[in-house]
């Protein structure tokens, strides 16, 4: 699944960890990697979770996509991911053409899909899978700070459920983190599950009206792409928090495939 930039030389590569912290504890681990260029992008996340007693299960997910960038509009091409939680494994393959799904494949199938709302074909067109949300792109001849890096709505897809992510901006302030240093922007952000969803799960009810969930996000440097500094997400029981680590910006190499 790799890429070939047309420009490779204005092409860059943001790699960045993160710690999951839960009950103020650290419980896992997120590494995300992204290439862009000015029409082009390929972004992986790789996460870990360690359980806690009978808190949170073993997880580990990776998942990779590579795709387009029209017009400030990110456009998927590709999307695989494999999730293992609880001793089970599932893989899962998109492939989107002009952000319309073309096919989705998911091994093993979903086992309880009369329990969910249908996907219809209506759910899978203009959308993103969840490794291209990495790209966070303002139009042209906006701030990257301020209410222009929040203001939209993602529409995620993952191969068997269809998301809204409604983004607004709540304020932009300075952070001094060993991270990152700097200024971010605030952005709320509401779940707002549209089909695939278990519609009578108390973990979706909880999520549709959670109204604490925030994201922190910063400018990549000479670009119009921004990247996630933190994020925080109360959940039924504490609050889980991701915290970035480290960061590394850097020109991508030409012409060398990845994924």
Do not use: W
């Not at 992986?44 to 073993?58: E, K, M, P, Q, Y």
């Not at 993103?128 to 209410?147: C, E, Y």
């Not at 991270?179 to 605030?186: P, Q, R």
């Not at 994201?215 to 928090?241: E, H």
């Amino acid at each position: 699944m790799g890429l070939h930039f047309a420009d490779p030389a204005s092409a860059m590569t943001v790699r960045a960890r993160y710690t999951i912290f839960y009950l103020g504890l650290p419980v896992g681990d997120m590494n995300t990697e992204k290439t862009f260029g000015a029409s082009t992008y390929q972004a992986s996340l790789d996460a870990r979770v360690s359980g806690i007693a009978t808190i949170i299960s073993n997880f580990k997910m990776n998942m990779k996509s590579d795709g387009i960038i029209r017009k400030n509009v990110v456009q998927p091409n590709h999307f695989a991911a494999e999730e293992t939680g609880s001793g089970e494994s599932q893989t899962m393959r998109l492939t989107v053409v002009g952000g319309s799904v073309t096919s989705a494949d998911i091994v093993p199938p979903i086992k309880d899909l009369d329990q969910r709302v249908p996907v219809l074909d209506e759910h899978k067109k203009n959308i993103v899978d969840p490794a291209s949300t990495l790209i966070m792109t303002v139009p042209s001849g906006q701030a990257p700070l301020g209410p222009s890096a929040c203001n939209r709505t993602v529409r995620m897809f993952d191969g068997f459920s269809r998301s809204d992510f409604v983004l607004e901006y709540v304020k932009t302030e300075d952070v001094n983190t060993s991270g990152y240093k700097g200024k971010v922007t605030v952005c709320s952000v509401r779940y707002l599950p549209i089909a695939g969803h278990k519609p009578a799960a108390s973990m979706t009810k909880f999520m549709q009206s959670n109204t604490g969930i925030e994201m922190r996000l910063a400018p990549i440097p000479d670009t119009q792409q921004l990247f996630m500094v933190s994020a925080t997400i109360p959940l039924q029981v504490g609050i889980a928090t991701l915290q970035i680590q480290e960061l590394q910006i850097e020109p991508a190499v030409a012409g060398s495939p990845r994924g």
